[in-house]
């Protein structure tokens, strides 16, 4: 089946949209026809389609004009057009090619010759998605870098050299300080890059994820052994209740790396004295992990930055802690490579609770 894919149809010929139309859905795509270009592009505005069949020999606006009409929306431009051409039209495919159109099939054709230009076109497709995908990522990935190791390491060379020209007594309170505060930020830059080294070994698709029965228990407390230091300097409790057999069908150390930043997003937004609870419970086909705090809360625009949108988005602490923004990102992508989703509940100052969802058996 090719339900991923819909495909919209444009031919002011009812008949021709009916044979189309039924040699797609009985390959298994999703279709839809327009009897105008007019008609077309208001299908296109309800919802963007895999792939255009567009007819060119049409009333009022013909298929060369649709196209030109598609191709100037930005969010449209990268839809493939096949034309669909009369035998005595072949002449004027240039026109078809310059308009924005990427292949042509001359009717009547076959059904074996339609559904192989429309499989290739779609992969074409949806290969030139991942390239861009790859190419955003990289582009976020390296001011992300730009952005958030410069700052710290720049800092920590200031300070280095301070001390090189002997501003400190190596023997005062403000020198063990200031080494505190050196190792401190060193720590956070290594773990920020060690953060990226792991975000870019998973970036394939299938490459560094090993999806298996994982016990979940053993992950949430590695978490909280590993937390429990920075939380203590909050006076923070950290409470799991996830039982000792729990598992799910997940990558072992992505979903670590989810839950380990949940958590330290938890006491990040935490209050001094607060309380994060971690808790599971099976719903149907899951297994609800959620992590719950009595932190500051987030605000309806927070989570749609940090959940909906694409943006790289970090804020401080209640002690001023600083995040890079990056760990939301490998959340985000983590869990789409496990087939897992997220929820978010929040509230400003009563709290934040997040869900992960993962599938207790192999995801079809």
């Not at 930005?74 to 078809?96: H, N, R, S, Y």
């Not at 090189?164 to 050196?182: R, T, W």
Request: glycine share 6%; proline share 3%; net charge negative.
């Amino acid at each position: 089946m090719n339900t991923n894919h819909y495909i919209l149809i444009i031919d002011d010929n009812p008949m021709n949209l009916l044979l189309t139309s039924k040699m797609l859905e009985n390959k298994g795509y999703l279709s839809i026809t327009a009897e105008s270009g007019l008609e077309g592009i208001e299908q296109i505005e309800k919802e963007l389609p895999s792939l255009i069949l567009l007819d060119i020999m049409m009333p009022e606006m013909d298929g060369y004009e649709v196209c030109r009409k598609i191709k100037e929306v930005e969010k449209w431009k990268e839809i493939p057009i096949i034309f669909l051409t009369a035998m005595g039209q072949t002449e004027d495919l240039v026109e078809g090619f310059e308009a924005g159109g990427v292949d042509y099939i001359t009717k009547p054709f076959k059904n074996e010759e339609l559904l192989i230009r429309v499989k290739n076109h779609l992969e074409l497709a949806d290969s030139r998605k991942k390239i861009v995908e790859m190419n955003r990522t990289r582009d976020n990935l390296y001011s992300i870098i730009a952005h958030d190791i410069r700052s710290p390491l720049s800092g920590i060379l200031q300070t280095i050299d301070a001390i090189v020209q002997g501003y400190f007594d190596p023997a005062s309170d403000d020198f063990k300080e200031i080494i505190q505060h050196l190792q401190i930020k060193t720590s956070e830059t290594s773990k920020l890059l060690n953060s990226l080294l792991q975000w870019t070994k998973m970036q394939g698709e299938t490459i560094g994820i090993q999806l298996k029965n994982t016990n979940i228990n053993t992950l949430i407390t590695s978490c909280i052994q590993l937390l429990e230091p920075i939380a203590k300097n909050k006076e923070i409790t950290l409470i799991s209740t996830v039982s000792e057999n729990e598992t799910a069908w997940c990558d072992e150390v992505s979903i670590q790396t989810v839950f380990r930043n949940i958590i330290s997003n938890a006491i990040k937004f935490t209050e001094i004295k607060g309380l994060i609870q971690i808790s599971a419970n099976r719903q149907d086909d899951w297994l609800d992990v959620t992590i719950t705090d009595n932190g500051v809360g987030m605000s309806d625009e927070a989570i749609k930055k940090i959940f909906e949108k694409e943006e790289h988005y970090s804020t401080s602490g209640t002690e001023n802690e600083q995040g890079t923004g990056l760990g939301l990102i490998m959340v985000k992508d983590f869990i789409k490579k496990n087939n897992s989703k997220i929820s978010v509940k929040s509230s400003l100052g009563t709290g934040t609770s997040i869900t992960i969802s993962l599938p207790l058996s192999p995801v079809k």
